[in-house]
């Protein structure tokens, strides 16, 4: 039951800069930090942004995160062939006795 | 580097109970959290639930009431059991290091390929 609200799909061209939002409310992102996953085809989850901006070793730096009150967005510039993957947020809500949630997802596609 | 390898049954029955491990590698499993997460074919993840090493456990209240999960430290694995499955419990089912002490910080750092469970007859 996926209750953060992400775009379906978005695409660009190489080179092209695209941002994803993600909609939450104030008992998850309001109140919690936000983290993105990138999902290439047939693979697991990957760790691609923590604590709503912070990179892990290893990803690439056109990779950036933000948060502001209930949303966050997850921008990629100089968008790659290899960045073609499916993208999930997700925060910690604090409702019931607390859950982690998910986005929706969004596809981007590298035109 | 931590590793994590999922492991189990591919396929269950209607109303049976869905058991899958999760061992680590490369690190230990103690003073960590751990998570299960599953994707049903074609659709987006959902959080099953978290353990301690320690043992102390939080569940996604949708799935409270079938949902248990376990650890052994002495194996360096966790593992979920979920039971009275049906047809929607179809999914790829990963598990996960939680490298946060608080739901404020809490991601995950470290995930399985995941394993494919069906439940049919």
């Known amino acids: 039951q996926s209750v953060l609200t992400q775009p379906p799909s978005a695409s660009g061209t190489p080179g092209q800069r695209v941002t994803i939002s993600c909609s939450g409310s104030?008992?998850?992102?309001?109140?919690?930090?936000v983290t993105w996953y990138q999902q290439l085809p047939g693979t697991a989850p990957k760790l691609l942004i923590y604590t709503n901006d912070q990179r892990p070793s290893g990803v690439p730096d056109r990779f950036s995160g933000s948060k502001s009150g209930t949303s966050a967005s997850l921008a990629i510039s100089g968008l790659q062939s290899e960045d073609e993957a499916d993208y999930f947020c997700?925060?910690?809500?604090?409702?019931?006795?607390?859950?982690?949630?998910f986005g929706t997802g969004t596809k981007v596609t590298v035109l | 580097q931590v590793q994590l390898q999922e492991s189990g049954q591919g396929l269950v029955k209607p109303s049976g109970t869905l058991s899958l491990s999760c061992t680590v590698s490369?690190?230990?499993?103690?003073?960590?959290?751990w998570s299960w997460i599953r994707q049903p074919p074609g659709k987006g993840l959902e959080w099953i639930g978290f353990?301690?090493?320690?043992?102390?456990?939080n569940y996604n209240p949708s799935l409270k009431s079938r949902v248990t999960i376990s650890v052994d430290t002495s194996k360096n694995q966790f593992s979920l059991k979920l039971s009275s499955v049906t047809a929607t419990d179809t999914a790829v089912y990963y598990c996960?290091?939680?490298?946060?002490?608080?739901?404020?910080?809490?991601?995950?750092?470290?995930w399985g390929k995941g394993t494919t469970v069906t439940v049919s007859s």
């Open positions: 490369g690190g230990s499993i103690s003073g960590y959290y």
């Open positions: 353990i301690y090493y320690s043992g102390s456990t």
């Open positions: 104030r008992s998850n992102i309001g109140s919690n930090t």
């Open positions: 996960a290091r939680v490298p946060s002490t608080t739901g404020y910080y809490f991601h995950m750092d470290v």
């Open positions: 997700a925060a910690w809500d604090d409702s019931l006795n607390g859950l982690y949630v």
